[in-house]
Nanobody, 121 residues
């Protein structure tokens, strides 16, 4: 069973950049699709970016062009590079390990504890 831990959150000024990391422990990290979700105060959690086991990426429309996710399988780590940050990006960001199911869809095997990103001057 994989476990994930996020890091890299903090306070950043508008238009600034931040890189989040998600370190996975356990085995077979390379078979997991890894997702980044955000949850702003008072709102539902939503997917920001996903990177599949073979490196395909998908992004929330509102972050396209500003956010890039990547993975380093030998290091069991996935990254979320966020540029041109806006105050509305303020949220808790979560990493999740997603296992593809034979019947379709994914099982969300492990969520991290989240890391706070605050964009403010």
């Amino acid at each position: 069973q994989v476990q994930v831990v996020e890091s890299g959150g903090g306070l950043v000024q508008p238009a600034g950049s931040l890189r989040l990391s998600c370190l996975a422990s356990g085995t077979h990290f390379n078979i997991y699709t890894m997702g980044w979700y955000l949850q702003a105060r008072g709102k539902q959690r939503e997917a920001v970016a996903v990177i599949t086991d073979d490196g395909k990426t998908h992004y929330l429309d509102s972050v396209k062009g500003r956010v890039t996710t990547s993975r380093d399988n030998p290091k069991n780590t996935v990254y979320l590079q966020m540029d041109s940050l806006k105050p509305e990006d303020t949220a808790v960001y979560y990493c999740v390990a997603m296992r593809r199911l034979e019947e379709g869809g994914y099982a969300f095997d492990s969520w991290g504890q989240g890391t706070q990103v605050t964009v403010s001057s």
